[in-house]
């Protein structure tokens, strides 16, 4: 059983029974013991909503949520797909408790948690390192999904988010440029011009009878404006397992490729699918050649812990002595690991040991601590937390279409279940009357703040930003709220 119909939210009620209310090595080693992003010296172990300012003029933002999220386990999935048997996915009824209380907008602003990497990449002098921290950007952007089994909400048409952030030195605004099939571009750039981070995310899913899974289909473009170099890459497909029943897991595989589109440069990382045994689970490993293909170093880690570089010839010694030195029979599969092929559920594999250092590999990259309360707000990350924070006065200066102002996921996010579930069917049903409205009246949909064209390094189609949103007018915005 396999569909390539888009997984949208339909008519979405809380229908259930159960329903109720260059930096230095030293620096960083010091960092990591400290449980510091190595790049983000403000931390605060404060647990409110509130926004301060610190004695340095910085600004602190919220470290939980309002709320704690509701728990998923009265609810199965299976009691609401075993209904639809014969349906389009599109057409699949999902309670809200499956969702996160973010939009997918706000999901792909994710990409900017780790920008000192962009930062660390406009600051190096030489190509192979610029591309190294490149290569640790693309990887650290797909790093928040680890255990985020819930579901973004899927952005209206014309909804909108932007974000500043004057102690990260970028700002950011993206736009749902199409409901079907359901395409989101995003536009970013560094508050010093020295890059441009740009995009489009059209999220092909696939149900598999167990699985989803989620094929980000789309070109992401990184410009460093100082270097005069551009960088492409796709991001890898995400499954998420045991959909119908079982404890929900999920794993990223297949190759992305780095493209350096001003010196012919390119990084081929493999994201490994688990296996049989679980052994490759979660692992990353690839190399960067230069536009002779000669390898120039290989890259290697974990897209849930770290990534690490070093030369090849390093490499291939280490794997051959590892080879060596471990050589084993394979185990044959026991009865029980054959009986949970046709299990109902598949089981996550247990997480082997950490990444295996190769002595004189270089560190490229080490994922954040999560909140120690993050297992009770969605597993978000301290980054995740304050996106969807509605600071006083910033109404007034937002886009009227900016998905701060839902209603639906505003409510979630303070606990309100309910309200949530009755606001999100009634915005889905005024985007659908509004979408007969113009059908009737051969009014086509325009965006506001990107149009359709050319990536100018790939020749691929593309959503370019139009500029202007900054100027903030935004009279003539619709209301889709």
């Given at each position: 059983?396999?569909?390539?119909?888009?997984?949208?939210?339909?008519?979405?009620?809380?229908?259930?029974?159960?329903?109720?209310?260059?930096?230095?090595?030293?620096?960083?080693?010091?960092?990591?013991?400290?449980?510091?992003?190595?790049?983000?010296?403000?931390?605060?172990?404060?647990?409110?909503?509130?926004?301060?300012?610190?004695?340095?003029?910085?600004?602190?933002?919220?470290?939980?949520?309002?709320?704690?999220?509701?728990?998923?386990?009265?609810?199965?999935?299976?009691?609401?797909?075993?209904?639809?048997?014969?349906?389009?996915?599109?057409?699949?009824?999902?309670?809200?408790?499956?969702?996160?209380?973010?939009?997918?907008?706000?999901?792909?602003?994710?990409?900017?948690?780790?920008?000192?990497?962009?930062?660390?990449?406009?600051?190096?002098?030489?190509?192979?390192?610029?591309?190294?921290?490149?290569?640790?950007?693309?990887?650290?952007?797909?790093?928040?999904?680890?255990?985020?089994?819930?579901?973004?909400?899927?952005?209206?048409?014309?909804?909108?988010?932007?974000?500043?952030?004057?102690?990260?030195?970028?700002?950011?605004?993206?736009?749902?440029?199409?409901?079907?099939?359901?395409?989101?571009?995003?536009?970013?750039?560094?508050?010093?011009?020295?890059?441009?981070?740009?995009?489009?995310?059209?999220?092909?899913?696939?149900?598999?009878?167990?699985?989803?899974?989620?094929?980000?289909?789309?070109?992401?473009?990184?410009?460093?404006?100082?270097?005069?170099?551009?960088?492409?890459?796709?991001?890898?497909?995400?499954?998420?397992?045991?959909?119908?029943?079982?404890?929900?897991?999920?794993?990223?595989?297949?190759?992305?490729?780095?493209?350096?589109?001003?010196?012919?440069?390119?990084?081929?990382?493999?994201?490994?699918?688990?296996?049989?045994?679980?052994?490759?689970?979660?692992?990353?490993?690839?190399?960067?050649?230069?536009?002779?293909?000669?390898?120039?170093?290989?890259?290697?880690?974990?897209?849930?812990?770290?990534?690490?570089?070093?030369?090849?010839?390093?490499?291939?010694?280490?794997?051959?002595?590892?080879?060596?030195?471990?050589?084993?029979?394979?185990?044959?599969?026991?009865?029980?690991?054959?009986?949970?092929?046709?299990?109902?559920?598949?089981?996550?594999?247990?997480?082997?040991?950490?990444?295996?250092?190769?002595?004189?590999?270089?560190?490229?990259?080490?994922?954040?601590?999560?909140?120690?309360?993050?297992?009770?707000?969605?597993?978000?990350?301290?980054?995740?937390?304050?996106?969807?924070?509605?600071?006083?006065?910033?109404?007034?200066?937002?886009?009227?279409?900016?998905?701060?102002?839902?209603?639906?996921?505003?409510?979630?996010?303070?606990?309100?279940?309910?309200?949530?579930?009755?606001?999100?069917?009634?915005?889905?049903?005024?985007?659908?009357?509004?979408?007969?409205?113009r059908a009737k009246d051969e009014v086509e949909w325009h965006t506001r703040w990107f149009h359709q064209g050319t990536n100018p390094y790939t020749g691929t189609s593309d959503w370019l930003y139009s500029g202007g949103y900054f100027d903030r007018n935004f009279s003539d915005c619709p209301d889709i709220y």
């Open positions: 059983m396999n569909s390539e119909e888009e997984f949208y939210d339909a008519v979405t009620g809380f229908d259930s029974d159960n329903s109720s209310g260059d930096f230095s090595e030293a620096n960083h080693i010091v960092a990591e013991m400290l449980d510091l992003d190595p790049h983000q010296s403000n931390r605060t172990g404060k647990h409110n909503g509130e926004t301060e300012i610190q004695e340095n003029g910085i600004k602190r933002h919220r470290t939980s949520l309002p709320a704690p999220m509701f728990s998923r386990s009265d609810f199965s999935v299976w009691s609401i797909l075993k209904k639809c048997i014969g349906l389009e996915l599109s057409k699949i009824t999902m309670p809200i408790v499956f969702n996160e209380p973010l939009s997918f907008l706000q999901r792909i602003t994710e990409y900017m948690e780790h920008i000192y990497l962009i930062n660390k990449a406009c600051s190096h002098a030489e190509p192979l390192e610029r591309m190294q921290a490149v290569a640790a950007f693309a990887v650290s952007a797909v790093a928040s999904q680890w255990e985020r089994t819930g579901k973004p909400f899927n952005p209206l048409l014309g909804e909108t988010y932007e974000l500043t952030r004057e102690d990260l030195g970028f700002r950011f605004i993206s736009e749902q440029v199409s409901h079907h099939p359901p395409i989101s571009a995003f536009y970013s750039e560094g508050l010093n011009k020295d890059f441009i981070f740009h995009g489009s995310i059209y999220p092909k899913l696939k149900f598999w009878g167990k699985s989803i899974e989620a094929e980000p289909r789309g070109t992401i473009t990184l410009e460093l404006l100082k270097h005069n170099e551009a960088y492409t890459w796709t991001n890898p497909t995400c499954c998420v397992h045991n959909v119908i029943i079982g404890k929900l897991w999920l794993e990223q595989y297949g190759t992305v490729e780095i493209v350096n589109h001003s010196t012919g440069d390119k990084c081929v990382l493999n994201f490994k699918p688990c296996g049989l045994f679980g052994k490759e689970l979660h692992r990353v490993e690839g190399y960067i050649q230069d536009k002779n293909r000669k390898k120039l170093c290989v890259i290697y880690g974990k897209w849930t812990e770290c990534l690490w570089c070093t030369d090849p010839t390093t490499y291939e010694t280490y794997k051959k002595n590892e080879k060596r030195g471990g050589e084993q029979k394979k185990p044959k599969p026991s009865e029980d690991v054959i009986k949970s092929e046709n299990d109902e559920a598949d089981d996550m594999p247990e997480v082997q040991d950490t990444v295996q250092f190769i002595p004189g590999s270089k560190l490229l990259w080490r994922i954040n601590c999560r909140p120690p309360n993050s297992s009770q707000m969605y597993n978000f990350t301290s980054f995740a937390v304050s996106l969807n924070e509605l600071e006083e006065g910033m109404e007034a200066t937002l886009a009227p279409t900016d998905c701060r102002l839902r209603p639906d996921i505003r409510n979630m996010e303070n606990g309100n279940m309910d309200v949530a579930s009755k606001e999100k069917e009634r915005l889905e049903e005024k985007q659908r009357a509004a979408r007969k409205e």
